[in-house]
């Protein structure tokens, strides 16, 4: 199992202060330190206040945040989780996601989804009952700008109209695609077009607030992963070259009984087909979330924290 640690600031109650550019570098070093695979970061270009007072969270532009992160470190993999494909035409989609590829040195790996906050669909003018059609066809054009830059691609809204001048991300064929959602066009978007699949086990209601297909327990998690796994195998690709990134159970460190419970649901998960993990930390304060990213790599990774990061 690897993990991924989500930003703090993508937690209800995490404070301002997760904003701060001491702060960002501070976390994102410390994570590397403590052996963390990747730092993930959402899109939320116009979320409501009502979706803020009800669950939501501080939000960053995550090509900038990332970026930012990856002047900072020099392992750690940069995540969209996710990027709402949707939001806008795919050749700024290919160029944003595909500078932070550069900058990093050929470390994103690109979550992308289609969203579902109606109001922020609204004030981006995209039309949100188009989102699974814009998702298709900003999944097959991203793919194809990556990898063939200099040819034009066109779709329903949008036309290149001669030979265009791109680069080539630095990782070939282009920077691994994994994709969100928990229904059949979630998975057959893996199958065509994806590298790596970010389903969510959650309750029925949560599922339904975004616009996905519930998954709500290990069991259905395990139903699904055979449903990927033997649509793969029917397209001619290999079932154990795409990744599947699940959400860590929550864990208090200064419990044996909590570690244990973790340890042994990530094992359960693991045996399921999960092979990446994204842990959300204290967030009350920068120092708990440092301190928590160091205790955490110390237990559940392995990974002694060599960074000494105090706020």
Known sequence: MRYTLEYPSELPTAPDDFLRPDVISGVATQAEAAGFSAVALSEHPAPSVKWRSNGGHNTLDPIAALSFMAAVTSRIRLMTNLYVLPFRNPYLSAKALGSLDLVSGGRLIAGVGAGYLRSEFSAVGVDIDRRAELLDEALTALRSIWTEPETPFTGADFEAVGVVHLQHPVQRPHPPIWIGGNGAAAIRRVVEHGDGWMPIIAAAGMASTMRTAAIENTEQFGAAVVRLRDRLADAGRDPSTVDIQVVCPFVDLDDDASVTHAR????????????????????????????????FGAQMIGQ?????QTF
């Open 264 to 295: 042994d649901a990530l094992a359960e998960l693991a045996e399921y087909g999960a092979t990446w993990a994204v842990v959300h930390v204290d967030g009350s304060s920068p120092q708990a979330a440092v301190d928590y990213i160091k205790a």
């Open 304 to 308: 002694p924290a060599r960074s000494r």
